[in-house]
Nanobody, 130 residues
Framework: QVKLVESGGGSVQSGGSLTLSCELH????????MAWFRQGPGKERESVAA???????SYKESVKGRFTISLDNAKKTLYLHMNTLNSEDTGMYYC????????????????????????WGQGTLVNVSA
């Protein structure tokens, strides 16, 4: 059974950096799309960064140039490197992986996979203070 486990959240001052990790357990697909979502206080959940098995990457406009999504296949870990954080980045961050039959592609400039991923982690909290 697929299991995703996030870590790396914490408190950081505005302008700081954090790297989130998502361990992928029993996720052995050859074609896939994975994404990082976040939900801020009083806000809807939004996808901020996505990557597919062709190494295409997509970012939500508000995080472009500050966040980087990457996958270490050997470690079976998905990362979200976050720089120049601001208070708008505060929220619970979730990694999510696609379990569908495709298409396994990101949507350009949206931070989203074409298909909404079905497997989710429990989340890790990021708090950015002024």
């Amino acid at each position: 059974q697929v299991k995703l486990v996030e870590s790396g959240g914490g408190s950081v001052q505005s302008g700081g950096s954090l790297t989130l990790s998502c361990e992928l357990h029993e996720y052995t697909r050859s074609r896939w799309c994975m994404a990082w979502f976040r939900q801020g206080p009083g806000k809807e959940r939004e996808s901020v960064a996505a990557i597919d098995s062709n190494d295409n990457r997509s970012y939500k406009e508000s995080v472009k140039g500050r966040f980087t999504i990457s996958l270490d296949n050997a470690k079976k870990t998905l990362y979200l490197h976050m720089n120049t954080l601001n208070s708008e980045d505060t929220g619970m961050y979730y990694c999510a992986a696609d379990l569908s039959y495709g298409p396994w592609v990101v949507i350009r400039d949206t931070g989203r996979c074409y298909v909404v991923p079905e497997a989710w982690g429990q989340g890790t909290l990021v708090n950015v203070s002024a």
